[in-house]
């Protein structure tokens, strides 16, 4: 069974950090790109990061660059992302998704494209 779980998240103050852990199980990680998502109240979800199957390349949205840094163990079955700087307008919840590649080398925050999703994690950026 295909699953991704997401853990991590919770109330933190402007300026503060999370990782956030997306775990993989049921299928062969090295395949797949993944990224992570976010939707708040009222707004369209958005890419946030991605990375490629190998880790090789990874990708970010214009808001977070400099502040998040997406990274993966493989072999443990999990990616990650860490947020530092957090801002007000980081509150979300956070989704990662699955991407077929297992050539590509690439990654996309195009979220049309991704097969499998989390759950999805709560992340409050507040004072």
């Known amino acids: 069974q295909v699953q991704l779980v997401e853990s991590g998240g919770g109330l933190v103050q402007p300026g503060g950090s999370l990782r956030l852990s997306c775990a993989a199980s049921?299928?062969?990680?090295?395949?797949?790109?993944i990224g992570w998502f976010r939707q708040a109240p009222g707004k369209e979800r958005e890419g946030v990061s991605c990375?490629?199957?190998?880790?090789?390349?990874?990708n970010y949205a214009d808001s977070v660059k400099g502040r998040f840094t997406i990274f993966r163990d493989n072999a443990n079955h999990t990616v990650y992302l860490q947020m530092n700087n957090l801002k007000p307008e980081d509150t979300a919840v956070y989704y990662c998704?699955?991407?077929?590649?297992?050539?590509?080398?690439?990654?996309?925050?195009?979220?049309?494209?991704?097969?499998?999703w989390g759950q999805g994690t709560q992340v409050t950026v507040s004072s």
């Open positions: 998704g699955a991407d077929h590649q297992p050539v590509d080398y690439m990654c996309y925050l195009r979220g049309s494209r991704y097969e499998y």
């Open positions: 049921g299928f062969t990680l090295d395949n797949f790109a």
């Open positions: 990375i490629s199957n190998n880790g090789d390349v990874s």
